[in-house]
DNA sequence: TCCTTTGTTGAACGATCACTCAAAAAATAA
DNA sequence: TTATTTTTTGAGTGATCGTTCAACAAAGGA
């Protein structure tokens, strides 16, 4: 083991600017604008280095992007979901936070409105269909998550044996993506609270032991 | 009144193309890509037509937009929200009958997937905002619509006074971009139908005339 | 010290972008 | 026929796109 070095030890000249800063930057740059919308020369000033070292340290326009992404996934505003969906300990408070947070997330004014799986691939090129082919699949397993979380509810009896679960999971996706456009066009978090309260009152409710009484 | 010509006399060369059937093609590719990924390349080829024609008959790129933004809202796809605030008696049918359609329309394959005001410029160039402004301030319209029928609604007694025009307003309007939004990602109208059928679950109800009785 | 490795720099690459223009063509008016 | 008006055509405008590369710089290893 004699070339055995320390495990820091940089091997080549070491590089001048913060990976992590440089890529919030670029998560900033693309979640404001979306994928083709915001050029490398953009990105490279906002990262505050060349385009050489953009492209050593993140491979090209596509990786940075798809980097940025898993990134975003790991952040708070970015993994709400799934935490919501972890963390409670019924469906209904699930789904409840869930709204509650995007309520409060989108729009704040510390990062860009909405959510960036939502909305930065939506409008783009015949070659870069495969980017919105990726933000799709998230959206997807968000969809199929939602799905699970509600069959499970309607399994243990907490959703009642007539409730869609499919249809739920689509419902309250829509409402998700729905209320992160809202968010981009300048809805506050006040009103989009109220949207998220108004959107719970469908969660089905168990039907009463006697018939119900005719109006 | 020497020099009066006919009427439809025209006076140079006769165009070569058909103008609607150009501008429909040029609303088929923005409703599908969106404005800035849709290169004028790409327009004159499914237009049929070369660079200088379009910009003969149609100004640049961004008033082709337009007037392709503005053909959109006069036909049945761009339409059927105002329709149906229009047409049906009550805000109730109204909302239902939009949300109904939205469900029908949406997925339709006749067309692009979703609505081109909610979709066509969401990622677009700092140059091009205005673009986002213009169909922004369409959404935003919508918005207001939406409240204004609710609040006549209330005035007249169909919603009780205890419901919040504006935000019922907001939630629908969520709840019609995540539909389009849906739309594009795929989702038929069968689901989009359970969708608008469970959203209408939140409309609200008079209270009976005794107190609620506790579960 | 010299070698190797990695990063930075600034100037470029070809491709595509939206757009323009002179010349030719096709119609009416005189 | 000749003149006028409008459209079409095909080549070409400068700008910007994402990307690359040779030269130089800064670190550790021998």
């Known amino acids: 083991m004699s070339g055995m070095g320390k495990t820091g030890a940089a091997r080549g000249r070491p590089r001048a600017f913060d990976r992590d800063?440089?890529?919030?930057?670029a998560t900033r740059l693309f979640w404001e604008r979306g994928?083709?919308?915001t050029s490398?020369?953009?990105l490279t000033e906002a990262m505050g280095i060349r385009p050489g070292s953009l492209y050593a340290a993140f491979g090209?326009?596509?990786a940075l992007f798809e980097e940025v992404v898993h990134a975003y996934r790991r952040s708070p505003v970015g993994a709400f979901i799934g935490r919501a969906l972890q963390?409670?300990?019924t469906a209904h408070r699930a789904f409840a936070r869930i709204l509650r947070e995007a309520a409060a997330v989108y729009p704040d004014p510390s990062h860009p409105a909405g959510c960036?799986?939502?909305?930065?691939?939506?409008n783009v090129t015949a070659q870069d269909a495969g980017v919105a082919t990726f933000l799709r699949?998230?959206?997807e397993a968000n969809l199929t998550?939602?799905?699970?979380?509600?069959?499970?509810a309607q399994r243990e009896g907490e959703l009642p044996s007539g409730a869609d679960p499919a249809a739920l999971a689509g419902y309250f996706a829509a409402v998700v993506q729905g209320m992160s456009q809202r968010a981009r066009d300048g809805a506050d978090a006040a009103e989009l609270t109220a949207v998220a309260e108004l959107a719970m009152a469908v969660w089905p409710a168990h039907a009463p032991d006697g018939p119900a009484a005719p109006g």
């Open 87 to 89: 963390e409670e300990p």
């Open 35 to 37: 994928f083709e919308a």
């Open 60 to 62: 090209d326009k596509r």
């Open 40 to 42: 490398v020369g953009e």
């Open 137 to 139: 699949g998230l959206r």
């Open 21 to 25: 800063a440089a890529l919030a930057a």
């Open 116 to 122: 960036l799986v939502i909305s930065a691939a939506t």
């Open 145 to 152: 998550a939602f799905r699970d979380r509600l069959r499970t």
